[in-house]
């Protein structure tokens, strides 16, 4: 049995039996994709092309050797389609653009993928419900309780809103803690905004 440290995995120090992270022990090149010329390809690690003397994960922008254009970083995950396949890099290239891609720790995948332009969209609809949930919480929440016991019901109760916040809103003691809740209102008024961004987009791509 093994901890699982690794910061991208979606479980934080979950007990994961007979495996750990698996992009955690090994690194592994890099999978690339070129939507114009509907390819993927591994790149070469630094160490590799160094002689084995260079083991920094830094990764520079990386050029499709066929027509030179930026490649996408799709993630380990990643699985090309057939080249002939036009719908499926579209849709790739779609992906891409709105900030999905196939990138994890290598313990439980990349999670849900939506398949097509519909699931895409609701799946940010449920992503914009869910943050439009946070935003009323803190636009309804008076005041934040006051000692020990208060704190820990607080806690039990809307765990779920007060850890979704950065540090940075929060403040005082541990069991006396103080939220902006102002600031945590616009963080995810922000938040829901970028969804609709996106939202918008697809809808009227899926309109021409």
Not at 22 to 42: D, I
Not at 100 to 111: E, K
Not at 149 to 167: C, G, Q, V, Y
Request: hydrophobic content about 35%.
């Amino acid at each position: 049995m093994w901890l699982c440290y690794c910061e991208r995995c979606t479980r934080p120090l979950v007990l994961i039996i007979e495996t750990m992270c698996r992009y955690a022990m090994t690194l592994y090149k890099p999978h690339y994709a070129c939507f114009k010329c509907q390819k993927s390809f591994k790149r070469r690690l630094l160490k590799d092309i160094e002689g084995g003397f260079n083991d920094s994960t830094i990764e520079l922008s990386a050029k499709c050797p066929d027509c030179g254009n930026l490649m996408a970083d799709m993630g380990l995950d990643f699985k090309a389609p057939k080249k002939k396949d036009d719908k499926a890099w579209k849709h790739l290239a779609t992906l891409f653009q709105v900030g999905i891609t196939f990138h994890s720790c290598g313990c439980s995948g990349p999670g849900f993928i939506p398949r097509n332009q519909n699931e895409l969209i609701n799946y940010f609809e449920k992503i914009k419900s869910d943050y439009l949930k946070h935003q009323h919480f803190w636009a309804q929440r008076r005041e934040d309780p006051v000692g020990q016991s208060e704190t820990a019901k607080d806690e039990h109760f809307n765990s779920e809103f007060l850890f979704s916040i950065p540090r940075e809103m929060k403040s005082g003691t541990r069991n006396n803690i103080k939220y902006d809740s102002g600031k945590a209102q616009v963080y995810w008024h922000t938040k829901v905004k970028e969804v609709e961004m996106k939202i918008d987009a697809l809808t009227n791509a899926n309109n021409v």
